[in-house]
């Protein structure tokens, strides 16, 4: 072990077997062969995370700047790129900490070139916040998917470490054109799809609040579901919600986000909305036994669209409205009925009193219009 710390006395073997201390020892030789210093080492080993460490370096490089030297060096302040730091959700270290490698001189750089092109700090702060989101839960599904790629029976911690680090340098490369293309697709889909009015055009304002239809659908029961059935299994009918989910909600009808057990969709068009609900209903009883039935809410009315999420009265009352809906029915309030009469099947919930509303809301049960079957305009009214 000449030329390497004394592990043990580091404390960097604690608590160890003997077989666990000699795969932990092989790995540990390897790193700090591997150049990664002794203070990463324990911190890896605190942090219970030292297979990870040589994909971390094939990430994000190898630190040698500190906060205040990656300032002077792209010409950022230091407070913007603490901001920038939380904005991402990440730990914001001390700004003599040396933490930061040239992939973080590239990514100031870009900031700069940001600010040049007219976009000011709270602009570019708005859109990290919600990337950071996004590419969190990506990077959680990535890692785990790393990971089960490289797991192997028998196989040591020094062995895993490397072929982690080998399957993230196969992967690696393909991960930043596969954002830029969905970011582009995004990007497209909503430049197809943004309406500007004539005021907000002579204004030079962003689009305000506008009419949009809200649904907010939630699994019944999730939380003592959890009491019954282990984290894992638990994660999967949630993922399965959000897959589900996404495979309904067809343009104009868009999946703005999940929240644990529920999901939020929204569109600028009742009908499709109906549609993707009584879709989703039907999917998730297919599922079998095992998956909780869902119950969903909707209404509309003015709302105001920021940072991917939105804002307003009907988002408030689709939510409280999902709260009293039965398990595997889909609840309206009556101006979602009335703008889309015949989309479906409606019948009268009767009128009930929600928080923040001063009036009782009416409310309407809606069903899939069976094969074949128009409803007439008579037909609406009398649901009334």
């Known amino acids: 072990m000449s ?129 950071g989101r996004g590419l969190s839960q990506a990077a959680e599904v990535m890692r785990a998917t790393v990971l089960e790629l490289a797991l192997e029976p028998g196989a040591s911690e020094a062995d895993l470490a490397e072929r982690y680090a080998e399957r993230v340098a196969g992967l690696l490369p393909l991960l930043g054109p596969m954002v830029d293309y969905m970011l582009r697709l995004h990007l497209r889909h909503m430049v197809r799809t943004e309406a500007i009015s004539a005021a907000e ?53 868009r999946l703005v986000k999940t929240i644990g057990d529920a999901v939020m969709i929204v569109s600028p068009e009742p009908a499709p909305l109906l549609v993707a609900a009584l879709g989703l209903v039907a999917a998730s009883d297919e599922e079998g036994e095992g998956f909780p039935q869902l119950r969903v809410g909707i209404a509309s009315g003015t709302a105001l669209s920021r940072a991917g999420d939105w804002y307003g009265r009907p988002v408030n009352i689709a939510s409280r409205v999902t709260n009293i809906a039965r398990g595997g029915s889909v609840l309206a309030t009556r101006d979602v009925r009335d703008a889309a009469p015949r989309a479906v099947r409606w019948s009268s919930a009767g009128a009930r009193a929600i928080k923040g509303v001063p009036d009782r809301v009416g409310l309407y049960r809606a069903r899939p219009l069976e094969p074949g079957e128009t409803t007439s305009g008579d037909a609406a009214a009398a649901a009334a």
């Open 3 to 131: 030329g390497h710390p004394d592990f043990a006395a580091e404390g960097l073997l604690d608590g160890l077997d003997d077989d666990a201390l000699q795969t932990r020892l092989e790995l540990l030789e390897r790193l700090f062969a591997d150049g990664l210093t002794l203070a990463e080492l324990r911190a890896g080993t605190e942090a219970g995370s030292l297979v990870f460490l040589p994909a971390e370096r094939l990430i994000a490089g190898v630190p040698i700047y500190s906060g205040r030297e990656l300032a002077e060096r792209t010409g950022i302040s230091v407070e913007l790129l603490v901001d920038l730091r939380r904005a991402h959700g990440l730990p914001v270290p001390d700004p003599d900490a040396v933490v930061f490698s040239e992939a973080d001189v590239e990514s100031a750089k870009l900031a700069s070139a940001f600010l040049a092109q007219g976009v000011s700090e709270e602009q570019q702060l708005a859109v990290v916040r919600v990337l």
């Open 201 to 253: 055009r002579l204004e030079g304002t962003l689009p305000g609040a506008r009419e949009v239809t809200v649904a907010f659908a939630d699994l019944v029961g999730f939380t003592r579901l959890g009491e019954d059935l282990p984290p894992e299994e638990l994660g999967r009918v949630a993922d399965r919600l959000a897959t589900l989910t996404a495979d309904l909600a067809q343009p104009p009808v």
